[in-house]
């Protein structure tokens, strides 16, 4: 059994357009977090969420809303794709929150590789 | 912000150890290192994580040194799947966020 699974893995879309990438663990865990990989590997943190609340929110553009249904699902939603936004995403959880202070291991999706043309 | 600095890339050659360093030279007390790896086209996976003492785990070692300034992780005898990118991340409880550098990659020959 997949731990944490995303769909899709691979996005391929037009710029302007509005897509959803979803994101689902299976180990109970409380928090859940997407992270970006652009091209030159850098890994970066984006939104963290504790039991469906929002507690990390990394300066995202408000293109980019996370949606969480419940505490086992983490959707990421992008309105008007750019070019910019071609990157690596990837989902992780964690049993804790790091936002309070706690430390725990996070958790890795397989990634969704999105190409914004 | 505590920053970490690691070589960029570093060689091994397989069934040997390979020791990736890290330096964290403005850690601070409650601070944990970790230490996560990225194979290819996969999403980071956890290796081990410490505070003050040494650890060790089915996967590899930590060593921190006694200043928590540096550390090591000790991949005891490397195989090719072990060929990957290697972060070394200080964990900083104000802010709640794990930070990943540029890493090390780890070639792993035959």
């Known amino acids: 059994d997949t731990a944490v699974s995303q769909t899709p893995k691979y996005l391929v879309t037009q710029m302007g357009n509005d897509k959803s990438i979803k994101c689902e663990q299976n180990l109970g865990h409380d928090t859940m977090y997407w992270y970006k990989q652009d091209s030159k590997k850098f890994l970066k943190i984006m939104f963290s969420y504790n039991n469906k609340e929002l507690i990390i929110n990394e300066t995202v553009p408000n293109r980019f809303s996370p949606k969480s249904p419940d505490k086992a699902h983490l959707n990421l939603h992008i309105n008007s794709l750019e070019l910019g936004d071609s990157a690596v995403y990837f989902c992780?959880?964690?049993?804790?929150?790091?936002?309070?202070?706690?430390?725990?291991?996070?958790?890795f999706g397989p990634g969704t590789r999105l190409t914004v043309l | 912000d505590a920053k970490t600095t690691q070589p960029t890339s570093m060689d091994c050659a397989e069934g040997r150890a390979a020791n990736l360093p890290c330096n964290h030279s403005?850690?601070?007390?409650?601070?944990?290192v970790y230490w996560y790896r990225q194979i290819h086209s996969q999403g980071p996976q956890y290796i081990i994580h410490g505070l003050k003492n040494n650890e060790t785990n089915e996967m590899a070692s930590l060593i921190i040194t006694e200043d928590r300034k540096s550390s090591t992780l000790i991949l005891p005898h490397a195989t090719l799947r072990d060929t990957a990118v290697y972060y070394c991340i200080v964990f900083y409880n104000q802010g709640g966020k794990l930070i990943f550098g540029q890493g090390t990659e780890l070639s792993v020959k035959p």
């Open positions: 403005t850690i601070s007390g409650n601070e944990y």
């Open positions: 992780a959880s964690s049993r804790l929150s790091l936002a309070g202070g706690s430390t725990d291991t996070q958790y």
